[in-house]
């Protein structure tokens, strides 16, 4: 099972804002779904062959998650630059470990994460 739903809160409020304040971290913008507003998430952002791969920690019903399926895409601040992505998917584990470098940790099976989000670089 993923994080339970109420530590995204805790992050969203808390966290979130310190760690975007740092400017180290990946972050992700998105539009609400239903709002419409502008959302800023930092994000582990693991970049594969023509994309980028996201581990749902708090599993694919995250507000970000929907917001960004909803959309179609999003805008990813990564290593100084911001590039656009498109064609968010849900993918599963072994397509997701995959597509990802040997570099990359793989999440604690304890954390019962099965779930990724993968978005292609948007071209043109």
Same mark, same amino acid.
């Given at each position: ?13 808390v966290?979130?804002?310190l ?7 990946? !972050? $992700?913008?998105?539009? &609400? ?6 959302? /800023?998430?930092?994000?582990? *952002?693991? @970049? ?9 920690v708090?599993?694919?019903?995250s507000?970000?998650?929907?917001n !960004? $399926?909803?959309?179609? &895409? ?6 100084? /630059?911001?590039?656009?992505? *498109?064609? @968010? ?29 993968r ?5 043109g």
């Open positions: 099972m993923p994080m339970p739903l109420w530590w995204g809160h805790v992050n969203k409020r966290f979130n804002p760690t975007i304040a740092r400017g180290k971290s990946p !972050v $992700l913008t998105h539009v &609400g779904r239903v709002s419409g507003a502008t959302y /800023r998430t930092p994000l582990d *952002a693991h @970049p594969v062959d023509g994309g980028y791969l996201f581990i749902l708090y599993g694919s019903r507000d970000w998650v929907r !960004v $399926l909803a959309a179609g &895409g999003a805008r990813l601040q990564v290593d100084g /630059r911001e590039v656009e992505l *498109a064609a @968010p998917r849900l993918i599963g584990e072994d397509e997701a470990f995959q597509a990802l470098s040997d570099e990359v940790a793989r999440p604690p099976r304890m954390l019962r994460i099965t779930e990724f989000l978005l292609d670089v948007a071209t």
